[in-house]
């Protein structure tokens, strides 16, 4: 059987959509993170990337796994303890930044200590997705953090090596 990679990428973005999850939203992110390094980048230009961190099945994977359990704990049909547990986001149970950090890891050794920076300081929207009363976003916000350090792992791993050829022969 064929992957659903389209049909997979489709739910993926829709329902990145309904939590506000975007370009704008992720380059805010990003911006706050990396501006410093990269002062003549706008907005824009740091959200520009997103589209292109969903082109690995990995990501589409993480990221619709962690949606459809919040989604699932929204609506209260999580088996018990687990409605609980994720409905209340509880400390010790950690499943929604080791998603996170596997995503964070797919772009290197930036996309994961970012990602642990993003997490503690709930940098940009995480905040606001971590502090909605009306949704659960016990994984979405874990979820944003890591798609915007992903953007800033392409950045930093999308520099050219500088490296002069060496004959060896």
């Known amino acids: 059987m064929e992957y659903p990679d389209q049909e997979l ?22 911006y706050e993170m990396e501006h410093e390094y990269f002062p003549e980048k706008t907005v824009k230009d740091f959200g520009c990337g997103f589209y292109q961190l969903f082109k690995k099945r990995e990501v589409l994977n993480i990221v619709a796994t962690g949606l459809m359990l919040d989604n699932l704990a929204t609506e209260k049909k999580l088996p018990e303890p687990m409605q609980t547990i994720i409905a209340n986001d509880l400390g010790q149970f950690g499943i929604d930044e080791l998603l996170a950090i596997g995503l964070a890891n797919l772009y290197g050794s930036l996309g994961v200590t970012n990602y642990g920076y993003g997490d503690k300081m709930k940098i940009g ?32 791993h999308g520099r050219p090596l500088k490296i002069a050829t060496i004959n060896v022969g």
């Open 9 to 30: 990428f489709d739910y993926v973005m829709i329902e990145l959509k309904k939590k506000n999850i975007t370009p704008l939203t992720i380059g805010e992110a990003v």
């Open 125 to 156: 929207y995480a905040k606001q997705l971590d502090n909605d009363g009306d949704k659960i976003n016990t994984f979405s916000d874990d979820l944003f953090t890591a798609l915007a350090s992903g953007l800033v792992g392409r950045l930093g």
